[in-house]
């Protein structure tokens, strides 16, 4: 059983936006802004979307975005592409020992 | 451009010591800030954080793993090994190292492509 929480799937047609979401605790979400997001593709390493809550790396499309309230947080991807169709992990920072805990992923399907 | 890159036995039997390798490039882990983590998936199945090193070599484990973990660093070969003791076929897993960047709380910039590694008898 992971750390936080994500439903195990969400789906949106092509261009349409979709929201994922990801709930801890007051010990890693709620307790510090270092919520971050992966992209994971089939057979493939995760590639980090979103740190910080709500910061992109260079080269992720400002199509997706990144939000907290409370323990949870959310993920929202805008305009969506065929090529977004993957597996989507969010992480926490979880204190000095935990260090980062995850959540148990959602598969978003582009229909 | 930082890359990394895994290695170590495919396979492992019951009990037995698991070692893995992770050489990178890129990056030093003599610089203020920086570190390297092992993280792990489980076929069909959500990542794990396992372990991280730190650039002055301070150490943090997943604590329900942590009596079988060790990570260690060679600055002077640019790798980071982590050994796992006594696996199981729950160990059963693609794992993979990845880059902290300075900051990073948490998170991970760069990730290695992952290896696979099966325990059975």
């Known amino acids: 059983q992971s750390a936080l929480t994500q439903p195990p799937s969400a789906s949106g047609s092509p261009g349409q936006s979709v929201t994922i979401s990801c709930t801890g605790t007051s010990s890693d979400v709620g307790g510090y802004n270092y919520v971050s997001w992966y992209q994971q593709h089939p057979g493939k390493a995760p590639k980090l979307m979103i740190f910080?809550?709500?910061k992109r790396p260079s080269g992720v499309p400002d199509r997706f975005s990144g939000s907290k309230s409370d323990n949870t947080a959310s993920l929202t991807v805008s305009g969506l592409l065929a090529e977004d169709e993957a597996d989507y992990y969010c992480s926490s920072y979880g204190g000095s020992n935990s260090f980062v805990v995850f959540g148990g992923g959602t598969k978003l399907t582009v229909l | 451009q930082i890359t990394l890159k895994e290695s170590g036995p495919t396979l492992a039997k019951p009990t037995q010591t698991l070692t893995l390798t992770c050489t990178f490039s890129g990056f030093s882990l003599n610089t203020a800030g920086v570190g390297v983590g092992w993280l792990r998936q489980p076929p069909g199945k959500a990542l794990e954080w396992l372990a991280v090193i730190f650039w002055d070599d301070d150490k943090r484990y997943r604590p329900s793993l942590k009596n079988r973990l060790t990570i260690t660093k060679d600055t002077s070969k640019n790798q980071v090994v982590l050994t796992l003791t006594n696996v199981d076929p729950v160990d059963t897993a693609t794992y993979y190292c990845?880059?902290?960047?300075?900051?990073?709380?948490?998170?991970?910039?760069?990730w290695g492509q992952g290896t696979l590694v099966t325990v059975s008898s």
């Open positions: 910080d809550v709500s």
């Open positions: 990845a880059h902290r960047r300075i900051a990073a709380y948490g998170w991970f910039d760069s």
